[in-house]
């Protein structure tokens, strides 16, 4: 992966459009959030933003100076700023997440800055320290149909089901939705159960969540 264009880091400092010279060091950005999809950046121990996603550069926010960042808020900066930290302690780094604004009259996003393992920063001599993903509370990803199929051998019409339940439908919705009876779904969400091994609906969500996008 080639290095991407500068970004301003929480220390309002510049990061240089730079590529690592050992394909190793990327290989935990690339398995961690390397999709078009997804909007996340890699940031060292200073809070430097390293690289980024296409997503992610989506929203990003550009000051008067042309530079990418987090938020023009000074406020907010120092909110993220402390979250960053936590994450890129160099003793015991924990997870951190926090709702900000990034600008004036946008809608907040949601950050998410975990550590990279302190094994795969020593083993590949990464200066990558933590992964940040931004979350657009808006947004509605589309569902990975095709993966619940494979993984579980879902029928077409379980999938459709699925994906009206990870819609936030009941079967009562799902079924206007679908224009069937309740009663097909029930008998299709009995299905489902037997093959995913959950037997509640609030389960069969978060485990076909964590599978990911489409």
Known sequence: ????RTVVSTEWGKVADQGSGDPGRDLYWQGRVDQADEAGALI???GRI????????????T???GVARWTLLPCEQAR?????????????PKAAALRYHPAPGRTPLILIARPVPWAMRLLHATPGAAVVSLIDPAERPAPATQLWREAFDLTP?????????MAGHSLESAAAARDCRQTTLRVHLRHIFAKTGVSRQSDLVSLLSRIGRG
């Open 1 to 4: 992966m080639t290095g991407v």
């Open 44 to 46: 060292d121990a200073h």
């Open 50 to 61: 390293l690289r980024t996603t296409p997503a992610c550069d989506a929203l990003l926010v």
């Open 63 to 65: 000051g008067g100076d």
């Open 80 to 92: 993220i700023d402390a979250a960053l930290a936590r994450a890129t302690a160099r003793i015991a």
């Open 157 to 165: 019409s379980e999938v459709a089901l699925a994906a009206l339940l």
